[in-house]
């Protein structure tokens, strides 16, 4: 009897592997299915949304004749401001732009297709907000991303970046391209340094009598390899080319925010918010909420959004390199906490 127990716990649990190795599949397909399932600008009016909203709370909360007066108040207002609209000049506008980056800032073709339609019909008393959340990643594209933003300062229209989360590494190189860099009270900005760190396994390759060719045209073709034997040379070479990209990443810094102190914020630490002020890496220390509702009663806020719909098997592999990046994400946040007070 026990050995059939055993036999029937160990189906059991083989089955329940399978059933749920599917359901994670077909979630995951799922998943991708929503993810792009039409494509296009999609533009929502912020006052519009923050009324909705306190609408739809009233509703709850107000007994019946307080939300018929409400109602009453509000249509006069709504009259008044309308007659006023007609006498006076258009309010000015606020395009606001959501870019959460990740190693490859794979947002990039969205965003450069949603500041293409900003530039088309902002005005000169416009502005565009970018509520920022980038870890970091690979230079040139985090640097090709930094450039869009950049066509909207080129063009006088005035551009400021929320960092509600993390704007670090190329995350920073975007955001210091605004004239006024907004980030919460723990927000974490900084981190002006270039990495490069990439495993080794020619010892373990010839132990087991494996040899590694590499043939290459050009001294310095390749140096650092994982495969290969790295020498001084090849370390010395790789090290100068990140000094070369450090050096690249503060000219950019030095160029928007000339008055930064380089020598001591460009060091590859990170700070938050309230320090990052006092450093001059962020101008005001206030959340993208607190901002978007003093904006709106003088402003106009609309949320500009471009969706890219992507081939199936596009879409499953960034959702694993999503879960990837979550996980790396979850190291970054670990770090942090650990230097928290307990």
């Not at 599949?25 to 494509?39: E, L």
């Not at 006052?47 to 007066?69: F, G, I, S």
């Not at 258009?90 to 073709?109: E, M, Q, Y």
């Not at 949320?303 to 879960?323: D, T």
Request: charged share 30%.
């Amino acid at each position: 009897m026990s050995q059939f127990l055993a036999e029937y716990g160990l189906f059991l649990l083989k089955a329940i592997t399978i059933v749920v190795a599917v359901i994670v599949i077909v979630g995951t397909i799922a998943a991708a299915g929503r993810k792009a399932s039409h494509a296009g600008l999609e533009v929502e009016s912020i006052n519009e949304k923050y009324k909705d909203l306190a609408d739809t709370l009233r509703k709850a909360v107000l007994k019946k004749d307080e939300r018929k007066r409400h109602e009453k108040d509000e249509k006069r207002r709504e009259k008044a401001a309308a007659k006023a609209a007609k006498e006076a000049s258009p309010r000015p506008r606020t395009f606001v732009i959501d870019f959460k980056g990740d190693l490859k800032a794979s947002a990039v073709p969205a965003l450069r297709e949603e500041v293409s339609a900003v530039l088309d019909v902002a005005r000169a008393e416009d502005g565009v907000l970018v509520r920022l959340e980038n870890h970091g990643g690979v230079v040139h594209e985090h640097g090709l991303a930094a450039s869009q933003l950049a066509r909207i300062r080129d063009r006088n229209i005035e551009l400021a970046v929320c960092v509600d989360k993390v704007a670090a590494s190329g995350g920073y190189l975007m955001a210091c391209v605004a004239s006024k860099i907004y980030a919460a009270p723990f927000a974490i900005l900084g981190s002006i340094g270039v990495l490069a760190q990439i495993p080794n396994f020619n010892r373990m390759l010839d132990s087991h009598g494996v040899d590694f060719e590499q043939i290459t045209a050009g001294k310095y073709k390749r140096t650092v390899t994982m495969f290969g034997e790295n020498t001084d040379e090849d370390r010395a070479k790789l090290k100068e080319e990140l000094e070369d990209v450090h050096a690249l990443f503060k000219s950019a810094v030095s160029r928007y925010r000339p008055n930064l102190d380089l020598e001591k914020i460009a060091t590859g630490e990170h700070w938050y918010g309230t320090h990052a002020l006092e450093l001059g890496l962020a101008d005001v220390v206030k959340t993208s909420d607190e901002l978007l509702r003093e904006l709106v009663a003088d402003r106009d806020l609309y949320h500009v959004a471009y969706k890219i719909r992507q081939p199936l098997q596009k879409r499953l592999m960034s959702n694993i390199e999503g879960a990837i990046e979550r996980a790396d994400a979850v190291g970054w946040r670990r770090h942090f906490e650990s230097r928290l007070p307990r």
